[in-house]
């Protein structure tokens, strides 16, 4: 969270998040194996340097962040049966979607990882309902547009699981959701409808999308 925020603090002193545009492929990847070395050496607690290279001022803050999802998923790896929640995980990237769906692809490698990773989500969103709701009030219909899209387009249909229930949430209370006429714009813009996605996926955005077509 810190790595993506502003190194200014808001008027209350919280932190600000900041946008960071998505740094090219061969960067990320670059970054990625540039920085095993150091997180090696500082488990066994040793000062680190990191390479200049990569770590150059023009995309310093994206490099950190890929060093934090890099950390994250050892740590998941390490660390799973443990965890009492991800969805804290995933909030913390901001808008950074690019640099979440970069963690989501490597937990996604190993299956049991993989599983519990979704399984943490979907007890976390069935158990929030009412704070997630809250928050994406807060956060507006763009931020929950691609959050939605990040997961429903994820190759992995358990994966995908995490935004169909979000989704149906949403649904469910659209009372309180003002901004879902909104969503539904945005799904179109990003002609969800047309990417194979699975039925389950198609059916539950085909279901939404109806809802607002009709008025």
Same mark, same amino acid.
């Given at each position: 969270m810190i790595l993506g925020s502003s190194n200014f603090l808001g008027k209350r002193g919280h932190l600000r998040p900041v946008f960071l545009?998505?740094?090219?492929?061969?960067?990320? =990847?670059?970054?990625?194996?540039?920085?095993?070395?150091?997180? =090696?050496e500082l488990k066994a607690k040793i000062n680190v340097s990191l390479p200049p290279s990569i770590f150059s001022p023009d995309l310093h803050q994206e490099a950190c962040l890929i060093v934090a999802v890099q950390? /994250?998923?050892?740590?998941v790896f390490c660390d799973l049966p443990y965890l009492t929640s991800f969805l804290e995980i995933a909030l913390a990237f901001?808008?950074?979607?690019?640099?979440?769906?970069?963690?989501?692809?490597?937990?996604?490698?190993?299956?049991n990882v993989l599983d519990g990773t979704v399984n943490l989500m979907l007890r976390d969103l069935h158990c929030q309902k009412a704070t997630m709701l809250k928050l994406w009030q807060n956060l507006g219909p763009?931020?929950?547009?691609?959050?939605?899209?990040?997961?429903?387009?994820c190759r992995h249909q358990k994966m995908q699981s995490v935004g169909?229930?979000?989704?149906?949430? /949403?649904?469910?209370n659209l009372h309180v959701c003002p901004w879902a006429k909104h969503l539904c714009n945005f799904f179109h813009n990003a002609r969800l409808k047309n990417l194979p996605l699975g039925a389950a996926a198609h059916h539950e955005i085909s279901k939404f999308t109806s809802l607002f077509e009709k008025e």
């Open positions: 545009r998505e740094p090219p492929l061969d960067f990320q =990847k670059g970054v990625l194996a540039a920085s095993c070395g150091p997180l =090696k950390a /994250i998923q050892q740590m901001g808008s950074n979607f690019w640099a979440l769906r970069l963690l989501l692809d490597h937990l996604s490698c190993d299956e763009l931020y929950v547009g691609e959050f939605l899209c990040l997961f429903l387009t169909l229930l979000s989704l149906s949430i /949403i649904t469910e």
